[in-house]
């Protein structure tokens, strides 16, 4: 995978755990308050669905 491709998926990674599990960074930050969180399995299984969906458009366009 490329750069500018490495790049792109993190910032859709971080999109996802932002929108769907509430979660500002996907950095280690080395603090249990900051690296653990709580989620629900209801907001795991949508941040699973679009990360599914976000790789059916991927495939889409190649």
């Keep these: 995978m490329t750069k500018p491709a490495d790049k792109a998926m993190e910032n ?3 999109k996802i755990a ?3 599990l509430f979660i500002e960074s996907l950095e280690t930050r080395n603090s ?3 690296d653990f969180h709580d989620v629900s ?4 299984k949508s941040a699973l669905m ?7 458009q991927a495939a889409k366009a190649d």
Excluded: F
């Design 12 to 14: 859709l990674l971080q």
């Design 18 to 20: 932002l929108d769907h």
């Design 32 to 34: 249990d308050q900051l």
């Design 41 to 44: 399995v209801w907001a795991v």
């Design 50 to 56: 679009a990360a599914y969906e976000a790789g059916r």
